[in-house]
């Protein structure tokens, strides 16, 4: 057994190193806060990042499709007035032609009419056949420019489906990443309020010498009135239909309820595992 002596001086160390651990415990205290503070700020900024580049996306998808139909369209316009154009030379240039041809034939029908009526016949002749050639190659001639603009029609709206294919299959692959991410970190988040509730636990247990086991949120809403039930439902919708989250502030000045009665009915819903909270948010299960 221990002589007085030797209890005495125990004591003195025990109590003399008493402020050094209750100095120990309070740093640890800060520096778990201070961990779960950062963390709930990075669950913040990732949120942030990840609607602000999902909206960035929408507007550069949708700006790529209008600018993509705006220069089809316009490329499109271009070409039919090009045709037309091409078209309306041709039929001038094949009138001139035929114009010319028919005054040069009539001048020399004119000219050797009375001398030369069989060789009038014979150019007669050789005029319609050459009319005939004539008009059947500026008709092959502009088949040829129709078929050639049609391809050409077609290839550009081929490359432009491809391109607009490639660009979604890109945004789908970026949302899948950022929700993998999203889902690490609520994972990472839970992991460590588990600990947080085990670490609680066990300095409880070693402040008042009794093990402390932390309960899960009881279940069930008992004893709530009509009105209370009614804005639970309420609350709940509401959460749903907004599937971004929405903080407790948000929620106070849409119902119009006090900060008190808003507590309620989310840790009410929590209770329920209908809702859950990350960082200021709170999201419908």
Known sequence: MPTREEMRSLGEEIIGTYADRMATIGE?????KLDLLESRRHLQELRDSRIATGKEIRAD???SAAEGKAAVKAQLEELDRTHAAMSQELKADLAKSAAEGKAAVSTQLKELDAAHNAMSREMRADLAKDAANRKHEV???INGFGQAL???GKEMRADLAKGLADRQREVGD??????AKLKKIRSELAGGRDEWHKLTATMQSKRGGVAVAVKPPAKGAVGITPKAATLRNQVFQYLANNPDGTKLVELEKE????????VRVVKSLMGENKIKKLAFYYFAI
């Open 255 to 262: 119902f119009g309820v006090t900060r008190i009665e808003m």
């Open 28 to 32: 640890l205290r800060e520096t778990v």
């Open 61 to 63: 998808l949708a700006k």
């Open 139 to 141: 008709g092959n001639m």
């Open 150 to 152: 049609a391809i050409m």
């Open 174 to 179: 970026m949302l899948r990443s950022f929700s």
